[in-house]
Structures are given as structure tokens and as C-alpha cells.
């Protein structure tokens, strides 16, 4: 693995994020002298997560980190109940019921479906969601603005254009681009929306491929043979869970793989620009920091994201039959040879 000199893109023109090295990536704020000594008294978390994939499971390391440096230490004076829903709506609504029922400081829902289920549990228990893509759309928060309910959190929406730059720097002639996506996820099917309005005014054609299941991604991926010029993955949980078998389609399509997921590019994509998960399960951290504190959650504004990193992997370029471009190269945080 060679690690380039990082850099960040920060969210703004689409020109700077994929043409130069924007500021040093912004660190994770360092705990207040008084963030460890207002961690007084044993407090309970509850988690649960849609699935357990890495971008996931970063989330919520970063959430407890945060909650360490902060003076909240599991075993010591914080409890933390963490129950996945094995990728199941159906069981992600018995957890969010038990959650509710043992009445924690404060529930952390981490990805779209679990916090839907959450928030329709509870009015009451501080909710905290995290990658969640579009809060509003998803019918959590009424706005982005701070809520006024008992719901807040840090969602990890990428700007699409940027994203689409990064597709034209790999492909230049690029006119078909595949997404395979679960129907049943709303974060998967926004970004569906919003890819085919803005690459329709590109001449770019978008050909969707459903995935209801895990296992059904790979039939999904191969569908797209003989269409696509390249394939884009979002934080979609079904795809994102079973990416070895789009790697696995790539590779026999001759077709890049381009993720928005950063933990991707070890699992087979070309390359990724998205927001980094630990960085952000930190910031979901510290809203639940300033929860166990006496903040109400409906008093703190739903946030994004202020950077995206860019992963390229060379090894995975040269499986799916595509060169990395220098200029991407030079401005990526990180290369995996």
C-alpha cells in the first residue's frame, strides 16, 4: 500500500474538489478540558446498525472512541448495547421496540432503515442517527435545521457532482453508467433519482439493476454486461455488504467499479471519493456526548460532512481493464498499489 500525502476535498466548487489538493483534512476535535470532567454517572447507549459491513462498523467505533476521549468509557461509567439487524428491516423494528423498552440515554441508529425504525419506536429517548443519506426525505427530521423533536444526528449525503467528475476523469467517453441498488432502501433509490436527472442532462444514461437481497447482487451486477461503461456503487447496505461480487462482475465485464464508500476500494472498487465513516461515527459522537451532557437532541441541527477523500487502487484498475489517470493519482489520499 503506498500512502500519497493526504489530502481533502472539501465540499464546494466541483472544480477544486477534483482539479487540487484542498486544506489538510480536518482532525476530529480534540476533547475539551471540560468534556472529561462533565462525564459524571454511569450512562446507557443502545446502537444497532441495519447490517455489519466495514463503512458500518467504522461508524460505530468512532462513535465510542469519541465518547472515550470524552471522558464516556464503556465498562467504566458508560453501558453500550449494540444489536445489528443481520440486514432485516424486520428485525431492525424488534430492536428499535426493545431499544425503546429499555429506555437507554440515548439510541444511536446507524444507517436508513435502523433509524426509520427507531424513531417510530420512540418520541420520547434521545435519537442520534448516523449514515443516513437524506434525514428529510427519510421522514426522521422535519428539516435540517435543529428539529424540535427528540431526533438529531450526522448524515453522510454526497454532492453528486463531484462524484460524476470523478466518473468522466476515469471514463472519458463514458455514456452508460450501472447502479445496482436495493428498491427497499430510501437512501439507494434518492440517489438513483438523482443520478439519472443530473447525467440525463449530460447525454449519460443511468441502467439500474435491483437487488432486493445480498444475494442477489452479483446476478444483479452481471446483468449490466454488454451495458455499462462503468459501474457506481452507493452506501447502498445489500451492495455495500456483498461487494466482493461486484468485484467479481467487474472483473468479468472488464468494467471500473466507482464507489462512494472509501472502504470500498479494498474490496474492489477503482476508486472512491466519500466521506471517511470513522470521521464521521466521531461526529455522531460527540452529538451523543453533548445529549448525556443535558443537550436536548431536537435543539441540535441535523449535519453533513465537510470533507470526501479519494482511494484509488491500482490493483483493482488493472483487474477491471482501466489506467488511473496521473492528475487522480496525484490528488488521492490514498493508493493501494
Known sequence: MNHQPAKKYV?????????AACSPAEQAAAPAASGTSTAAGNKKIA???????????????????????KGYEEGKNLTVDFQSAQGSTANAAQIAKKFAGSNPDVIVA?????????????????????????????????????????????S?????????????????????????????EVNSTIVLDQ??????????????????????????????????????????????SSYESMYKAAVEMKKPLVASDTDSVKRGAVAALGVNYYDLGKKTGDVVFQILNGKKAGEIPSARMETLDLFLSKKNAAA??????????????????
Open 47 to 69: 446502537i444497532t446498525a441495519i447490517v455489519e459491513h466495514p463503512a458500518l462498523d467504522a461508524v460505530r467505533k468512532g462513535v465510542i472512541d469519541e465518547l472515550k476521549s
Open 320 to 337: 477491471e481493464g482501466i489506467a488511473l489517470p496521473e492528475e487522480l493519482l496525484k490528488q488521492a489520499k490514498e493508493v493501494q498499489e
Open 195 to 240: 443520478l439519472k436527472a443530473k447525467l440525463s442532462s449530460q447525454g449519460i444514461n443511468v441502467v439500474a439493476a435491483p437487488a432486493q437481497r445480498s444475494s442477489d447482487v452479483l446476478t444483479a451486477a452481471r446483468s449490466l454486461n454488454g451495458k455499462v461503461d462503468l459501474i457506481y456503487t452507493s452506501l447502498d447496505n445489500n451492495v455495500v
Open 11 to 19: 465540499l464546494g466548487t466541483v472544480a477544486a474538489l477534483l482539479l
Open 110 to 154: 446507524i444507517a436508513t432503515p435502523s433509524a426509520q425504525s427507531v424513531v417510530a419506536a420512540t418520541k420520547t429517548i434521545p435519537v442520534v442517527y448516523a449514515g443516513v443519506t437524506d434525514p428529510v426525505a427519510a421522514k426522521l427530521v422535519p428539516g435540517w435545521e435543529a428539529s424540535n423533536t427528540n431526533v438529531t444526528g450526522v
Open 156 to 184: 453522510d449525503e454526497l454532492p453528486l457532482e463531484p462524484q460524476i467528475d470523478l466518473m468522466k476523469k476515469l471514463v472519458p467517453a463514458v455514456k452508460n453508467v450501472g447502479y445496482v441498488y436495493s428498491p427497499g
